[in-house]
């Protein structure tokens, strides 16, 4: 059974940094995209970060303050926040798919999420 589970999440205040894991089962990601996507109360699901062994994609409102990496294996993903923001708050959703994409309809597998928190 292929399972994503993430970790991490909390309450921070805004300037604190976080670090999110996400642990992948039941099959090998390693040559699959492993991606971040988030949603915050009352609004879509957006894309944040994605990552294969070629390539890495950023939304505009992270860069520079996120950065993706997965391990040797390719079966762990994390997500390093940096300089986090109010505006930052939402439920993180581990994914993965076939393609380095920002369309969050892309991914088909996800993890049940982590609630990340910033207060200001």
């Known amino acids: 059974q292929v399972q994503l589970r993430e970790s991490g999440g909390g309450l921070v205040q805004a300037g604190a940094s976080l670090r999110l894991s996400c642990a992948a089962s039941?099959?090998?990601?390693?040559?699959?995209?492993m991606a971040w996507i988030r949603q915050a109360p009352g609004k879509e699901r957006e894309f944040v970060a994605a990552?294969?062994?070629?390539?890495?994609k950023y939304a505009d409102s992270v860069k520079g303050r996120f950065t993706i990496s997965r391990d040797v294996a390719g079966n762990t993903a994390y997500l390093q926040m940096l300089s986090l923001r109010p505006e930052d708050t939402a439920v993180y959703y581990c994914?993965?798919?076939?393609?380095?994409?920002?369309?969050?309809?892309?991914?088909?597998?996800w993890g049940q999420g982590t609630q990340v928190t910033i207060s200001s």
């Open positions: 994914a993965a798919g076939r393609t380095l994409s920002s369309v969050v309809t892309s991914y088909a597998y």
């Open positions: 039941g099959r090998s990601f390693s040559d699959y995209v």
């Open positions: 990552k294969k062994w070629s390539g890495t």
